[in-house]
């Protein structure tokens, strides 16, 4: 894995939507994620995409993946105070144990 | 069930103790890993286990020890610690053993042990 970068802060009002952008470096990516770590607790797998797609659907859950431009995103409708937690895109690499993390976007959902 | 379980929650320890760190998985997942976390970062990898038997070490120091006594069970034993190890300590698992990137190798994460050494 190489780099990935993600911006830091996401604020939203309840009931909209959210986009967490992300980018990586790594063209040999092959599984793309994206982790929920609310405070004080371990990190949620929320969604994962495989590279040979451009766009997973689940729930309110949407992963857009450009590979051409390696970026990734999760947008989330309908947000909610629930949603508010710091949100990690992480990557592998084919032949490639670790997953590459970035720094995290702290998500706010304010009323 | 992709539950993965740590113990204990919270652990505060002196820097002469000796304690342990324990994660459980019932998964049937064939790697283990820990990983620290400093608050606010991203998780830095520690240690894998592939089958039972360490893959990867990632420059760990010594006072880290490392155990796989089967399948399920994953510890960390700890030793004369520094103020600087305090840290939340997670334990994850995948599916796969350590070979390539498949979707086997997705990694599931417990709720963590928040360590504090004084």
């Known amino acids: 894995g190489e780099d990935v970068e993600q911006s830091l802060f996401l604020s939203v009002r309840e009931g909209d939507s959210s986009v967490i952008n992300c980018t990586y470096t790594?063209?040999?990516?092959?599984?793309l994620y994206w982790y929920k770590q609310e405070p004080g607790a371990g990190l949620q797998l929320l969604t994962y995409i495989f590279s040979n797609m451009d766009m997973k659907q689940d729930q309110r859950l949407t992963v857009l993946l450009n590979k051409k431009d390696k970026h990734l995103s999760l947008r989330i409708a309908d947000t909610q105070t629930g949603d508010s937690a710091i949100y990690f895109c992480?990557?592998?690499?084919?032949?490639?144990?670790?997953?590459?993390f970035g720094a995290g976007t702290t998500v706010t959902v304010r009323a | 069930d992709t539950e993965v379980t740590q113990t204990p929650k919270h652990l505060v320890m002196g820097m002469t103790n000796k304690k342990s760190l324990k994660c459980e998985q019932h998964?049937?997942?064939?790697?283990m890993y820990w990983y620290k976390q400093k608050a606010k970062k991203p998780p830095e990898l520690m240690f894998v286990y592939s089958y039972e038997k360490l893959s990867i070490n990632e420059s760990v120091p010594s006072r880290f020890s490392p155990e796989c006594p089967n399948s399920s069970l994953l510890n960390l034993h700890l030793h004369a610690l520094q103020p600087e190890d305090s840290a939340l300590y997670l334990c994850?698992?995948?599916?796969?053993?350590?070979?390539?990137?498949?979707?086997?190798?997705?990694?599931?994460f417990g709720p963590g042990t928040r360590l504090t050494v004084l």
């Open positions: 992480a990557e592998v690499g084919s032949n490639d144990y670790k997953l590459s």
């Open positions: 994850a698992s995948s599916q796969g053993g350590l070979a390539g990137s498949t979707s086997t190798d997705t990694q599931y």
């Open positions: 790594d063209s040999s990516s092959t599984y």
């Open positions: 998964m049937g997942h064939r790697a």
